[in-house]
């Protein structure tokens, strides 16, 4: 503004400067001029006067430097001439002073020098006899007195610079100030120019419509990072330089990375299929690959990100894949041990039945036979009769009917159907605790504790104990039941709650039993929200807990 206003100031007072000047310059030659006219033309009326009492021999005598007399005839020859020989003058018929003369009694004229420095004011006045008395004077141009004013005329334009510059810093910053005091977040609240107000109500209306856009834009980026934090499923956002530029907390959580993420994405993991999914989908394609990390499976989709054609970056979705996985892999394992569980007795039933119907067996093997058959068929209905309760356990179903059950009773009255399997291996059994209610189906919380206990029964050494413990809390009612039997080794303590999984095959053969039992414990403690806990040590006993919530 300040350099605006300083050219502008100048041009002004320049132009202004010059216009004065060159009318100045106008007015005052031609006064001049006029002056000289007047000069010139009585010193005609003096000379001619002198002339016709003297004669010629008048301008003989005249000495000045500064007019030129000329007489000069009817014809245009010069007679005489104060400042030339005449007989070199040429002839002045067609000057234009003399065709004035000729015409009206007397006549002006003025000429240029060819370098237009100077001019020449002639005046000619017809005399009595016909001649012609011509005066002339030099008279300085505009070009010269321009010269001449030189010096003086850059004196002045050097202090119109001056005070210009002097003058547009004064003003804009006069200008300026008002202008940096505005109070911009509240512009309807300034007190200054008049001509800002149109600008300071538009600022008004655009910083109304800026906050309402902010925090719209607020709202809207809170909504997406509440959404982005609560996925379940890990989500980066990375550029096309490979540099993190969000990473939610699932995705930390998944991948074990640091609080703070940032700079490379490879920062955050290094195996193969991670940085094989970031470089395809920076490369253009979209890339669905499956990673295994620290005994999780994730499935990783990574797309590129376009702006104009180009890419600017990628986002990875991260979605573990691990419980899917196991359900398949458990659904495949029950489907192969089922089929397992089921073709054992089926082959033992299948060649005794077909030994008995080729005859030749004395009444004694029939027995046998009939025996072995009658074992196996029990022990294929106890194994559909496990899988029918696990299959209604999974689908909670609605037919069964909830009812207060006392845990300490029920536990007694097991005690009593269990005291004959545990006589065989003099195990004791004891109980301990007292009354302990819990909301529930009877038939179910019956089978939880007659399954631990039988196990603890089965897998328990003669002579051992089995201690069942019942108590409760303000918020729960706990059932414990512990042995001091074999044990459970460590590296399978996390799978013994799995269907069909014996820790020993050929021991658990030799035990009985159908490979449910526990898996009918946990899911009938999922069934009443109960948490369940397992502890247990090698050729030391093993202890397992139900903590029931209280409703």
Request: aromatic share 6%; hydrophobic share 40%; glycine share 6%.
């Amino acid at each position: 503004m300040n350099k605006k206003i300083f050219r502008s100031s100048l041009l002004v007072a320049l132009l202004v400067l010059t216009a004065s000047f060159v009318m100045m310059i106008g007015i005052l030659f031609n006064y001049f001029q006029l002056q000289i006219e007047k000069e010139l033309k009585n010193e005609a009326i003096y000379i001619s006067a002198a002339i016709e009492n003297e004669g010629t021999e008048y301008l003989k005598n005249i000495v000045n430097n500064e007019k030129r007399v000329t007489l000069i005839s009817a014809d245009g020859t010069v007679i005489a001439d104060t400042s030339v020989e005449a007989d070199e003058l040429e002839n002045h018929l067609d000057r234009e002073e003399i065709k004035k003369a000729l015409a009206d009694g007397h006549g002006t004229s003025v000429r240029y020098s060819e370098t237009l420095t100077e001019k020449v004011v002639y005046y000619a006045e017809l005399l009595d006899d016909g001649s012609i008395l011509r005066v002339s004077t030099k008279q300085y141009t505009v070009v010269t007195v321009l010269l001449g004013l030189s010096q003086s005329i850059s004196v002045v334009i050097l202090l119109t610079f001056i005070l210009s510059f002097i003058l547009s810093r004064r003003v804009s910053k006069s200008i300026v100030k008002p202008i940096n005091e505005l109070d911009l977040d509240n512009p309807e609240n300034n007190n200054t120019y008049e001509e800002l107000s149109p600008l300071l109500s538009k600022i008004s209306s655009q910083h109304k419509t800026i906050e309402k856009q902010l925090h719209e834009a607020k709202k809207q980026q809170e909504e997406f990072s509440l959404i982005i934090e609560n996925m379940s499923d890990g989500l980066l956002i990375i550029d096309k330089n490979m540099q993190v530029l969000m990473c939610n907390t699932s995705a930390k959580k998944l991948l074990n990375a640091s609080e703070n993420v940032n700079g490379n994405v490879f920062s955050v993991n290094r195996s193969k299929s991670f940085r094989q999914s970031v470089e395809k989908s920076l490369g253009g394609e979209r890339f669905e690959n499956e990673m295994v990390y620290d005994d999780r499976h994730y499935n990783i989709i990574a797309n590129p990100v376009y702006e104009d054609s180009e890419i600017i970056g990628a986002f990875i979705v991260i979605i573990d894949i691990t419980d899917t996985i196991q359900r398949e892999q458990m659904r495949r394992e029950f489907t192969s041990n089922v089929s397992h569980e089921l073709k054992t007795p089926l082959t033992s039933i299948s060649g005794f039945a077909e030994m008995m119907m080729n005859g030749g067996i004395d009444e004694a093997t029939v027995k046998d036979f009939s025996k072995s058959i009658y074992d196996e068929a029990q022990r294929l209905i106890s194994l559909v009769i496990d899988i029918i309760r696990i299959s209604e356990l999974d689908e909670k179903s609605n037919m069964f009917v909830k009812e207060k059950v006392d845990l300490y009773e029920l536990s007694e009255e097991i005690i009593e159907r269990l005291k004959p399997h545990a006589d065989k291996k003099s195990i004791k059994m004891n109980i301990f605790g007292g009354k302990a209610q819990v909301y529930g189906v009877r038939k179910i919380l019956d089978e939880i504790i007659y399954n631990l206990c039988d196990n603890a029964v089965k897998y328990n050494n003669n002579g051992g104990t089995v201690d069942i413990i019942v108590g409760t809390t303000d918020n729960e009612t706990i059932l414990t039941v512990r042995d001091n039997g074999i044990g459970i080794p460590k590296n399978a303590q996390k799978r013994v709650f799995e269907r069909f999984y014996r820790v020993d095959k050929s021991r658990s053969k030799e035990k009985g039993g159908t490979g449910l039992g526990l898996s009918i414990v946990k899911h009938g403690a999922v069934f009443h929200n109960a948490q369940i806990t397992l502890e247990s040590q090698i050729n030391e006993g093993t202890s397992i807990t139900l903590k029931f919530p209280k409703q």
